[in-house]
């Protein structure tokens, strides 16, 4: 699969979500990274509408759960029915066994539930009245949820964010693409003509080349000093882990490969740095209380630590 396949995709969905460069970039390393992403902001500025998009543009299986407080894990994982014609009991798969899982409004289902995804995110595996059950070769969680929203909703555990390849926000347009997008929904909604522009085979196919893009040794080691700076800052109290230090260079990776390039710049470890790290840091309460979070310490390090210089251009 070629660049320009990948050029296609990015364009398909960006018919539908105006002005958001980033937002879908990352959404598709995302994807090429058999990772899992999270998508939070405030009410309508089209989380939804994102994974819509992708999962229109994407020539394979789509699934929507709304969570709310009285979603069962079997409402997700699926339940063991028995037929009385055969007498005896038969699987009914749930939801989760598709290629793109949409997770809406996560945090509004009890953590019972919200664990149902754990093994899913992880291990691509579902495990119901103790048997076992593969998920697709293509499975990727798209999960939304609203921040300033607090009643009727259940923070997500730790173990559970760092589970998501990568946290991002869609921001609010700016003004012409707000009017683009109001000019759009007078003639109708733009996601009931998109079509599929990309088979599940050709997906899986590219995600198997990410690992091809070269990191240079400089660049891996300025990833691993970032990671590193988050678990001895003092106001961290636990700082990202190895899975994300791995997240962090398969996503710059993948950037890398959405440009068409054939190698990692320090550029494109700032450009994921924080969707790959932020939500993965537990922050102490008092400098919670201060105003800081995950996403400003990054920035900190980001600014502090030293780029190799010698790594910015194509290696030799």
Sequence with gaps: MSTQDLNNLYRNIARVIIGKRDPILLTLATLLCRGHLLIEDVPGVGKTMLARALARSLDCGF?????????????????SLYNQQSG???????????????ADEVNRTTPRTQ??????????QVTVDGETRALPELFMVVATQNPVEFHGTYPLPEAQLDRFFMRVSMGYPGEQEELEVMQMQNRGHPIDSLAAVI??????????????????????????????????????????SPRGSIALMKAAQAVALLAGKGFVTPQMVKQVALPVLAHRLVVRSQAQLTG?????????LLQ??????????APA
């Design 63 to 79: 699934k929507r759960v709304q969570c709310t407080p009285d979603l069962l894990p079997a409402d997700i994982t699926g339940v």
């Design 88 to 102: 005896r009991f038969e699987f009914a798969p749930g939801p989760v066994f598709t290629n793109i899982l949409l």
């Design 115 to 124: 664990s149902a995804l754990l093994e899913a995110m992880a291990e691509r």
């Design 199 to 240: 088979s599940g085979e050709a997906v899986v196919a590219l995600q198997q080349r990410v690992a091809e893009v070269k990191v240079e040794p400089s660049v891996l080691h300025y990833m691993a000093t970032l990671v590193r700076a988050t678990r001895e800052h003092a106001e961290v109290e636990v700082g990202v």
């Design 292 to 300: 800081r979070g995950g996403e400003s310490i990054i920035r900190d």
């Design 304 to 313: 502090r630590i030293p780029v190799p210089v010698e790594a910015q251009e």
